[in-house]
């Protein structure tokens, strides 16, 4: 699957222009889709030297693109004069999709079971352990059941 993933708020925390720190489970779980033969691409706003800096960040952190801002390396997108900053790939992972960004524990789950986010959270609900209600005293005394 190629997988183009953005760099600010989604693989590190939005400090723009600055590099936030590491979102949480980001870049071991991106490692573990590269494992998998995912080709990742890095689909950033980012330019110039912020990009090279966010690239270079994510290298330190054992994360190689296949591609970056295009969809492959070869691609020269001065010579094309039809071109399309559009990507054709698979999946995007972005912290502005429709409903934010899920967990990255939640996000490898849709990739490496091929399902969707509604499957998963379906999945979640019915595993999830009813809570025993609490009797209406402690509820109106704000008791856990611990307190008591």
């Known amino acids: 699957m190629t997988i183009a993933v953005d760099f600010d708020g989604t693989i590190v925390r939005h400090r723009y222009p600055a590099i936030g720190e590491e979102m949480p489970f980001a870049i071991a779980t991106l490692r573990r889709l590269q494992e998998e033969h995912h080709r990742l691409i ?3 706003v980012r330019e110039g030297k912020l990009l090279d800096e966010a690239v270079e960040w994510c290298r330190q952190h054992g994360i190689e693109f296949y591609a970056i801002n295009k ?11 039809h071109y399309s900053r559009k990507l054709k790939v698979d999946l995007f992972i972005d912290d502005r ?6 967990d990255w524990g939640t996000i490898y789950k849709i990739i ?13 609900l019915q595993t999830a352990q009813p809570q025993k209600p609490r009797p209406w005293w402690q509820r109106l005394m704000g008791m856990s059941y611990h307190q008591t």
């Open 71 to 81: 969809e492959y390396p070869e691609e020269d997108q001065a010579r094309n004069e």
């Open 42 to 44: 890095l689909w950033s």
């Open 97 to 102: 999709n429709l409903g934010g960004l899920p």
């Open 112 to 124: 490496h079971e091929h399902k969707s986010l509604e499957q998963v959270l379906i999945e979640e």
